[in-house]
């Protein structure tokens, strides 16, 4: 459910960076218009593989309510971040697939 | 008035009138979504059940012992969130449902508490019966519309839906904090005050009942869950067989390795008794209990309820996604959360108003303020009473429950008289502050002084990381409160001039 947690987290944080204000906060301009473009896409695929990847583990009915449940503290998560350690943001939410993913494979 | 405008209005007033009713609902739902492991966390004298040693036999005979002539006899044998026996009966005057907790291994009768279910009753019904379950009922509604107008009048949606700006002033850093709590946790919102209202359905929208079924609202349930009765025949009860094999046979009618949850033994002194049996609440969705009931005197197999219909499956489906007793421990983490964020959030809109009108010196700002107190901050203080009472009230005190309700209730009114004194000022939000921090902090404390079995120790020592999970909460909120109540006094001293100037930044 890490991984979940992870993706979620990440595609949050990507929908986050295709907004103007926290590009400029982050990286200090705003984001091109294609840019914003893929960001948004990225930020679309990810959520969905997570919620691909949540179902396929613990079935359609419990997957979607443990998706819903973990994007919403995801996004709490990543606002928390941005308000208090916003150059943690970033790192943080790249490195979450990664961990999950490996205990996912591990256990 | 445009659209957005009179949604701002009814958002406002709407959302202030509800909003200590539904912080106590939102908190003590929060709170109650641990309530079976706070139960066991309130019987400091509970061993780890290593083998289950006492059967429903003797669980019955314990019952029997204690209300011989009661209309009806109720358990519940271990499982693995209430590692323990629950016992009770239905008294023949139909008064109150009386119970009581039985260790499954010594088969020692535990001590009284009013346990978890205390936030339980306190979420539904405000323990105020029929009359607290619509003032819940009204808030609930008033959720649903104050979520909607917030949508409608809230201005950037998409732009404002990461933004929070704890530095601003703050009016904008409450209204941040508002919004964006109130947005990302939207589904949850929504979809909690939906389902919340949709289990009181038969309460709330009485219309049908009252015409099919002549306002029997048992008989209703019966027919829709397909349950089975037996009319009393007015001869005396025969001797009864045992429980413990019908049990068994229930395991065999089923077909699968679902656990038994609670067993009812109907009509006990008449000819006509009978013990029913139902799997307990597992890890899907929807329980439907599949009912099996036997003939109390010979034993013999009655009837085996068939899988809900579709429609009170559905009904079933929306009252198990709120109660949250499906899934694992991660999911009850997850809506504890989640429910924290609709605290605050609601905490938040308070405050919103609050700093909104302060500079204008509004009249209500002063009762605002002090309802604030007295119920945002005093209910989590006798919430932490209440468990500080369950672990000091001695085991064997008469009517123990009323003590520890007693408690709860004087440390909650201590905190409105405090509220009150101290008109709902910033010194007033340090001091509770400090009294949340120390009686958070205590309790761990508090349980290496107890009992063995309760001990903070002994839990990490069996690797029961569910109790463990309990005292660490406990010390870390302890912990945030102690800082929140160091960072208030400290802002106290900053200049207000280093604000002001923040203020112009994000103007």
């Excluded at chain 1, 009915?61 to 943690?88: D, F, K, Q, S, T």
């Excluded at chain 2, 957005?4 to 909003?19: D, E, I």
């Excluded at chain 2, 009393?232 to 094999?245: M, V, W």
């Amino acid at each position: 459910m890490l991984l979940v947690f992870g993706l979620n987290l990440l595609a949050l944080a990507a929908a986050c960076l295709s907004l103007s204000r926290h590009h400029r906060d982050l990286f200090g301009s705003a984001p091109s218009e294609s840019r914003v473009r893929l960001l948004r896409i990225v930020a679309l695929m990810d959520g969905a593989l997570a919620l691909a990847y949540a179902i396929h583990v613990i079935g359609v009915e419990l997957g979607i309510v443990y998706w819903a449940c973990l994007l919403m503290i995801a996004g709490a998560a990543l606002v928390l971040l941005l308000a208090w350690r916003p150059r943690w943001a970033l790192p943080t939410a790249a490195a979450m697939p990664v961990v999950g993913g490996v205990l996912a494979v591990l256990g | 008035m445009s659209l957005r405008q009179s949604m701002s209005g009814l958002h406002t007033w709407a959302g202030l009138l509800v909003s200590w009713i539904l912080f106590v609902v939102l908190f003590s739902g929060t709170v109650a979504v641990f309530d079976k492991e706070l139960t066991r966390w309130m019987i400091p004298q509970l061993h780890k059940l290593e083998q289950v040693k006492v059967g429903a036999d003797p669980v019955r005979e314990l019952i029997v012992e204690r209300a011989p002539k009661a209309h009806g006899y109720w358990m519940h044998p271990p499982t693995e969130r209430m590692p323990y026996w629950t016992a009770g009966w239905e008294p023949a005057d139909f008064s109150e449902f009386q119970s009581f907790l039985v260790d499954a291994q010594s088969g020692e009768v535990l001590p009284k508490t009013v346990g978890g279910n205390f936030f339980l009753e306190l979420h539904y019904e405000l323990h105020g019966g029929l009359l607290g379950l619509y003032v819940v009922g009204v808030a609930g509604v008033f959720m649903l519309v104050a979520l909607v107008s917030g949508v409608i009048v809230h201005r950037r949606i998409f732009k404002d839906f990461f933004t929070l700006r704890p530095k601003a002033a703050r009016q904008r850093a409450w209204l941040d904090a508002h919004n964006v709590l109130g947005v990302l946790g939207l589904p949850f919102h929504l979809l909690m005050a939906y389902t919340g209202l949709a289990i009181f359905i038969t309460f709330y929208m009485t219309a049908g009942i009252k015409v099919a079924y002549k306002s029997d609202m048992e008989h209703f349930f019966h027919d829709v869950q397909g349950a089975f009765e037996r009319e009393e025949l007015g001869k005396p009860a025969k001797a009864t067989k045992s429980i413990d094999n019908m049990i068994l046979k229930a395991r065999e009618a089923w077909g699968d390795d679902s656990q038994v949850g609670w067993i009812n033994i109907e009509h006990p002194a008449d000819a006509a008794a009978m013990v029913q049996i139902r799997k307990a609440v597992d890890k899907g969705m929807v329980n439907d209990q599949r009912t099996v009931s036997f003939d109390s005197g010979t034993g013999a197999l009655l009837h085996v309820q068939k899988p809900y219909k579709p429609g009170y499956k559905t009904y079933a489906w929306l009252t198990g996604l709120h109660m949250a007793q499906f899934g694992n421990d991660l999911l009850r983490v997850m809506y504890f959360v989640l429910g924290l964020v609709g605290c605050v959030m609601v905490f938040g809109g308070l405050q919103v108003w609050v700093s909104k009108r302060e500079a204008r010196g509004h009249r209500g700002v002063a009762l605002v303020r002090t309802l604030n107190g007295a119920v945002c901050g005093g209910l989590p203080m006798a919430s932490l009473g209440l468990l500080a009472a369950s672990r000091l009230l001695p085991a064997e005190l008469l009517q123990r429950t009323r003590w520890e309700a007693t408690v709860f209730v004087v440390i909650w009114l201590l905190a409105l008289v405090h509220a009150l004194l101290r008109r709902g000022s910033r010194a007033m939000a340090r001091e509770q502050f400090v009294a949340l921090a120390a009686l958070a902090l205590l309790l761990p404390v508090l349980s290496l002084f107890g009992p063995e079995p309760g001990r903070v120790t002994t839990h990490f020592a069996s690797g029961d990381w569910m109790m463990v999970g309990i005292d660490l909460g406990l010390l870390l909120i302890g912990g945030l409160c102690a800082f929140l109540g160091w960072r208030l006094g400290q802002e106290r001293a900053a200049p207000v001039r280093e604000r002001r100037a923040r203020n112009e930044e994000y103007a």
